[in-house]
Structure formats: C-alpha cells, structure tokens
T-cell receptor
Framework: NAGVTQTPKFQVLKTGQSMTLQCAQD?????MSWYRQDPGMGLRLIHY???????DQGEVPNGYNVSRSTTEDFPLRLLSAAPSQTSVYFC?????????????FGDGTRLSIL | GESVGLHLPTLSVQEGDNSIINCAYSNSASDYFIWYKQESGKGPQFIIDIRSNMDKRQGQRVTVLLNKTVKHLSLQIAATQPGDSAVYFC??????????????FGKGTMLLVSP
C-alpha cells in the first residue's frame, strides 16, 4: 500500500514554462487536495476535490489548474510558471471531506522557478 | 534540507522530558482538529485528532487537549525522544458558509530534543 505518491520530487522550471505535478493515491479516498508550503508558513490550500469530476478552489488558486477524472489521480497544472510559485507542493487525500477523517500527505514536490 | 522551519516558534527540551506544544485556533465553529508532525524533507504525518464534542484524547505517548472556551489546542508528548524532533502543525476543520469544509493549518512549532 503506497499511500499518496507525488512525482516528481524535485523540479526546476524557467519563468513562463508549464508543467504538471502528479498525485496518485491507492486508498480509494474520495477527497484530495493540493497545498503549497512556504518557509515559516503553514500549508495553504490551492485546490481540492470531493470526488471524481468535482473540483473547487482553495485559498490560493491563481495560476493553477486541476482536474479529477479518476478517484486515484489528482494532477496540478502550472499554466505559466512564475518565481512566486517557487514552493514545496503537497498532495493529500482522505476518506471523507476531512471533517472526521485526517488527510494523508505525500512527501511533496520541491519546485523552483527561475 | 528545507527551510520550512524558518521563523517558527521553537521549543527545546531534553530527552525524557514531557513536551507541550500549543495552538490557538480562530473559528469557534471549527468542529474537528488534527495534529501533524513534519520531519525535514517529508510530508506532514498524522499524529492524533479530536472532535469538538471532546476535550481530551490520548494516543501512544501523545495527548491532545481542546479548550473551546478560549479556542486553544495543545499537544502533549510524554517522555520526549530525539526522534520526536520535527515541526508540529495543528489544523482545524472549518464548516463552510457554502460549499465544502476545508482544513486550515497553523504555522507550526519546531520541537528540538537534545539527548
């Protein structure tokens, strides 16, 4: 049982490039979410999904897109990378919306935008 | 390693001591709370949770206390070990005004355990 798997672990991009951060979970969790973590700050919610075909914006959605075509996968797309998007990105999943079940996190993707 | 610990409050303890990490939450309507541990280079790891209809919950070496009157959450770690050194986050589940509820995370506290 792998849990939540994120790829790649590290990535360096140039300003203006696009890329997709991958997230997959094998726990049959309905709820998935993306966070970014910046030095000295808590995790901030980017986008989330309560099930296949349903996504919604979090606290800091600008510059990011998501889709949820399957229960297992929840990719995060950077449309045109900016230096302000340099961060560590975490994907998480939980059985429910997070109201009674804890979210389980992947080990993150460390992204640098030059 | 990552600089996630920059500018965080830090608690330094000796091995074997009990540690208490505190967290103030903001929304009196929050109904579910979680403590996470994050080691350098890793994702947050679930430690313990508590619902708002409880004021105390115990796990293995850890206890979470919830004081809804003052909107305060604490994590107690008994007999702290060097392996407990990490950043600890609290998170609160805020019922939505509309749409779906989401978790809001605190900025974290770094726990340093000396042998």
């Amino acid at each position: 049982n792998a849990g939540v798997t994120q790829t790649p672990k590290f990535q360096v991009l140039k300003t203006g490039q696009s890329m997709t951060l991958q997230c997959a979970q094998d726990m049959n969790h309905e709820y998935m979410s993306w966070y970014r973590q910046d030095p000295g700050m808590g995790l901030r919610l980017i986008h989330y999904s309560v099930g296949a075909g349903i996504t919604d914006q979090g606290e800091v959605p600008n510059g990011y897109n998501v889709s949820r075509s399957t229960t297992e996968d929840f990719p995060l797309r950077l449309l045109s990378a900016a230096p302000s998007q340099t961060s560590v990105y975490f994907c998480a999943s939980s059985l429910g919306q997070g109201r009674t079940q804890p979210q389980h996190f992947g080990d993150g993707t460390r992204l640098s935008i030059l | 390693g990552e600089s996630v610990g920059l500018h965080l409050p830090t608690l330094s303890v000796q091995e074997g001591d009990n540690s208490i990490i505190n967290c103030a939450y903001s929304n009196s309507a929050s109904d579910y709370f979680i403590w996470y541990k994050q080691e350098s280079g890793k994702g947050p790891q679930f430690i313990i949770d508590i619902r708002s209809n409880m004021d105390k919950r115990q796990g293995q070496r850890v206890t979470v206390l919830l004081n809804k009157t003052v909107k305060h959450l604490s994590l107690q770690i008994a007999a702290t070990q060097p392996g407990d050194s990490a950043v600890y986050f609290c998170a609160e589940n805020r019922p939505p005004g509309s749409g779906y509820s989401t978790l809001t995370f605190g900025k974290g506290t770094m726990l340093l355990v000396s042998p």
